[in-house]
């Protein structure tokens, strides 16, 4: 069932408490991601119920608000975990040479590895040595506790979809050195602040059909990722009912489905991220864009 919300912030207000909030768009393309102190965007405060976003008791209320500062959607309180799909992008699986899955590659995140939009991507000290790398993501968080669930079923467990940066240590990730034999993907991709969520939670009321949306992930405002996500291999009914068999995926499980062409490791001359990289992942129509800036710890 969707939630009584169209869309969902977690944000600052200019009075300096921490609210949750629907956003009134100024214009119907409006890109929330955009909005800072001087833009002066007004939500009108959701009234969550017993800590649950997605409760039926949850309300929009009639408060107004102006926006101060704005942050992710989720707190680590609310995600019990991540649960990432690899290779799931048909042109991203041929840009590193392999042939298409059976079935979904799937691996895990912590759920310490939530970061807020604009908050900072932060390399830790063993991961600094030219090997950081971006996958813009569209995600989506189950909204109730979900087991064998059937494809036809899916979409009543999704309570909405965010942008999201599987951000990745590729020597980690690949070098034999380092991972091994096999490419690992946990450690690699586990680190703290590695999966920045943002810049709001949009229902499936405003996005019914999400193979319509276009991807585009930018660094410093160039054009890395630009693809539609119907070119998923496996599609987002397709993953929940995969990953649900015989595994309950709880309430406020984050999803990554898969990046897609155009990841850093992958480019004729490898670009990997360093300080003051300012990483952008825009979802259209109406989910926004996330941004975040790379730090060294």
């Not at 017993?50 to 680590?76: M, Q, R, Y």
């Not at 965010?162 to 690949?174: A, F, L, M, T, Y």
């Not at 004729?268 to 300012?278: C, I």
């Amino acid at each position: 069932m969707a939630p009584n919300w169209d869309r969902l912030i977690r944000f600052i207000a200019s009075d300096g408490r921490e609210l949750r909030g629907q956003p009134i768009l100024p214009s119907p393309d409006f890109d929330v991601g955009t909005t800072t102190e001087a833009t002066g965007l007004k939500a009108k405060v959701i009234s969550v119920a017993n800590g649950d976003i997605f409760s039926a008791d949850t309300k929009v209320t009639d408060e107004e608000v102006t926006v101060k500062k704005l942050l992710g959607p989720v707190t680590t309180d609310e995600v019990p975990i991540i649960r990432c799909i690899g290779l799931n992008f048909i042109k991203h699986i041929q840009e590193g040479g392999r042939t298409l899955p059976p079935h979904p590659s799937t691996f895990i995140k912590a759920n310490t590895c939530l970061q807020d939009h604009e908050g900072p991507i932060v390399i830790p000290k063993l991961a600094q040595d030219n090997q950081a790398d971006y996958e813009g993501e569209l995600c989506f968080i189950i909204s109730r506790d979900a087991k064998d669930v059937s494809e036809a079923d899916a979409f009543d467990y999704i309570g909405g979809y965010v942008c999201g940066n599987d951000v990745s240590s590729r020597k980690w990730q690949r070098d034999p050195n380092l991972a091994g034999t096999v490419p690992q993907w946990n450690f690699s991709k586990g680190f703290d602040t590695y999966a920045p969520l943002g810049p709001q939670l949009v229902s499936t009321k405003v996005v019914d059909d999400p193979s319509k949306l276009q991807l585009q992930t930018r660094v410093n405002g160039q054009l890395r990722q630009d693809s539609g996500i119907d070119d998923l291999c496996f599609k987002i009914p397709t993953l929940v009912a995969f990953c649900s068999q015989g595994t309950t995926l709880k309430k406020g499980t984050v999803v990554m489905t898969g990046t897609c062409a155009g990841v850093g490791y992958a480019m004729k001359e490898p670009q990997f991220l360093k300080p003051g990289d300012v990483v952008e992942v825009s979802i259209t129509p109406g989910v926004g864009t996330l941004r975040n800036t790379v730090e060294y710890a």
